[in-house]
């Protein structure tokens, strides 16, 4: 099926460990994002990618790092994982605005 | 920066009956869009209904209607014939035209009553 995907689905992290999510599209969409889900805080841009090659911070982006080295993959690390970082995260793209965004089904990751 | 605010974080509708959920933003941009996005327990994000700012015309999706007012800037979706399917946490969210990162509000949460 088109569209995106995330994995892992779940992962539980000890603080101070490293992980990396990764997130695949197939739509060939220019833009990539990286969100966190908290309660009662709605969805916060981490980081994005405008194309191949490219990063920038977004809304949250202390603790993370991101990589877009193919244009279907987008990364997203923690080097040291910490508690505050447990959360959901979505990935998505876009080809551009009319047309929303697309977003994958969400990693839950908790950190202990 | 810009802002959306979703005031009602809980809303409950009896099935069949009509409900309707709020959203404004805050912006200085005059060309934008706004969508509302739909998360079932199933965790996915799923597009419910978009609105290019330039367009007078409230976007209609089925069921699912916008009251678009730009002076005022909000954004209230209207959800008819309610169904127990369409219980899940609702998001507002903004893009500048110039721009693609997509910023949310904090969802309102549908119950729905049988």
């Known amino acids: 099926n088109a569209g995106v995907t995330q994995t892992p689905k779940f992962r539980v992290l000890k603080t101070g460990q490293s992980m990396t999510l990764l997130c695949a599209q197939d739509?060939?969409?220019?833009?990539m994002y990286w969100y966190r889900q908290d309660p009662g805080m709605g969805l916060r841009l981490i980081h994005y990618?405008?194309?191949?090659?490219?990063?920038a911070k977004g809304e949250v982006p202390d603790g993370y790092n991101v990589s877009r080295l193919k244009k279907q993959n987008f990364l997203l690390g923690l080097e040291s994982a910490a508690p505050s970082q447990t959360s959901v995260y979505f990935c998505?793209?876009?080809?551009?605005?009319?047309?929303?965004?697309?977003f994958g089904s969400g990693t839950r990751l908790t950190v202990v | 920066a810009q802002t959306v605010t979703q005031s009602q974080p809980e809303m409950s509708v009896q099935e069949a009956e009509t409900v309707t959920l709020s959203c404004t933003y805050d912006?200085?941009?005059?060309?934008?869009?706004l969508f509302w996005y739909k998360q079932p327990p199933s965790r996915q994000m799923i597009l419910v209904i978009r609105?290019?700012?330039?367009?007078?015309q409230n976007a209609t999706e089925n069921r699912f209607s916008v009251n678009f007012q730009k002076a005022a800037k909000s954004f209230s979706l209207k959800i008819s014939d309610s169904q127990l399917g369409d219980a899940a946490m609702y998001f507002c969210?903004?893009?500048?035209?110039?721009?693609?990162?997509?910023?949310f509000g904090k969802g309102t949460l549908l119950t729905v009553n049988p």
């Open positions: 998505a793209s876009s080809y551009g605005q009319v047309n929303g965004y697309t």
């Open positions: 739509m060939n969409h220019e833009y």
């Open positions: 990618s405008v194309g191949e090659g490219t990063t």
């Open positions: 912006t200085s941009e005059s060309d934008y869009y």
């Open positions: 609105q290019e700012a330039y367009k007078q």
């Open positions: 969210a903004y893009v500048r035209g110039s721009n693609y990162k997509l910023t």
